[in-house]
């Protein structure tokens, strides 16, 4: 039995990078003055999915929602050895929450349909919520894995997973489809060499037009990306919200009722200390010390 799995990216600014300065006046960030990374619980998700591909046989869709230049993390995807990706991409998507991006995912994921898993990372590292993964699950009816390890088996129509929890772990049985959120409990593998000789040339339909002049994106551009890059499997799709069947009340800001209010950095400073000399004189010292100021006793 082949497997149907999405997998659900997300290109986010490296964070070791961001200040006050790459905020914008309504709180949210901007994007376009930070370095952009694949958010590294999403590639053990991806990890994941191809090992299940490798298992028990499964068609990988790579999918992810954000601005045009998102299409690099799925170039990525099928670099390492997925099938098929999606972006999902429109300016009603702009300044989404968390409620309003699981409300964008799961109208993708209708829109890709008849899948068997759905999988993402944990969380992602420019917001650390953790809250896609289980509000995509809670919006498309899925039962739901939280922060798993490893898939153990997969047969028929059951998957059963091992997941971490406080000081260990436990197995979990849930019946297909399903939904699982992966932390990073593997390596994920390096991008294969002549799938980057191929992939590299994959394109969204945006990005082959903007590469036209104006006479022949007259004259039947669009078809011939169709017809020459679907023939070669190079093409990432591209879907607006209209395509995805999306609300457009219940996407970006419109749809978002999380506002920040206000962002600073933070900067640990390191306060008084006392230099306690590993003796028992030292020891004593401290101990009567803490007696005194009521910390013991």
């Known amino acids: 039995m082949s497997y149907k799995i999405i997998v659900f990216v997300k290109q986010v600014p490296d964070t070791k990078n961001i200040t006050g300065d790459a905020m914008k006046p309504d709180g949210t960030v901007n994007r376009q003055?930070?370095?952009?990374?694949?958010?590294?619980?999403?590639l053990n998700a991806v990890e994941l999915a191809l090992q299940l591909k490798d298992r028990f046989g499964a068609h990988v869709v790579v999918a992810t929602m954000g601005p045009p230049n998102a299409s690099k993390v799925l170039r990525?995807?099928?670099?390492?050895?997925?099938?098929?990706?999606?972006?999902?991409?429109?300016r009603a998507f702009a300044g989404s929450d968390t409620l309003a991006t699981s409300y964008a995912l799961s109208c993708c994921a209708k829109k890709i349909g008849n899948f068997d898993l759905i999988l993402c990372g944990?969380?992602?590292?420019?917001?650390?919520?953790?809250?896609v993964g289980p509000?995509?699950?809670?919006?498309?009816?899925?039962?739901?894995?939280?922060?798993?390890?490893?898939?153990?088996?997969l047969e028929g129509k059951t998957i059963r997973a091992k997941r971490a929890i406080e000081g260990g772990y436990e197995v979990l049985e849930a019946p297909l489809?399903?939904?699982?959120?992966?932390?990073?409990?593997n390596e994920p593998r390096p991008q294969n060499a002549a799938r980057?000789?191929?992939?590299?040339?994959?394109?969204?339909?945006?990005?082959?037009?903007?590469?036209?002049t104006d006479d022949y994106a007259a004259s039947g551009a669009v078809a011939s990306y169709e017809e020459n890059y679907g023939r070669k499997g190079l093409i990432i799709q591209e879907w607006s919200a209209a395509d995805a069947?999306?609300?457009?009340?219940?996407?970006?800001?419109?749809?978002?009722?999380?506002?920040?209010?206000?962002?600073?950095?933070?900067?640990?400073?390191?306060?008084?200390?006392?230099?306690?000399?590993?003796?028992?004189a030292g020891v004593s010292d401290l101990v009567r010390e803490l007696i005194e100021d009521h910390t013991l006793g």
Not at 177 to 185: A, E, G, K, R, W
Not at 200 to 209: G, I, L, P, Q, W
Not at 250 to 266: D, E, F, H, N, Y
Request: glycine fraction near 4%.
């Open 33 to 42: 003055a930070l370095p952009a990374i694949f958010n590294p619980e999403d």
């Open 76 to 90: 990525d995807a099928l670099c390492m050895g997925a099938d098929e990706t999606v972006l999902l991409t429109d």
């Open 177 to 185: 489809p399903v939904l699982l959120t992966v932390i990073d409990s």
């Open 122 to 131: 944990r969380q992602a590292i420019d917001g650390d919520t953790a809250q």
């Open 135 to 153: 509000q995509l699950a809670e919006k498309l009816h899925l039962p739901q894995i939280s922060y798993v390890e490893d898939v153990l088996a």
């Open 245 to 280: 069947d999306a609300d457009p009340k219940r996407c970006g800001l419109a749809g978002s009722p999380t506002k920040v209010k206000q962002i600073m950095s933070v900067v640990l400073t390191a306060g008084d200390f006392k230099k306690i000399e590993p003796t028992e």
């Open 196 to 212: 980057i000789m191929k992939y590299k040339r994959a394109k969204t339909r945006s990005e082959f037009m903007a590469e036209q």
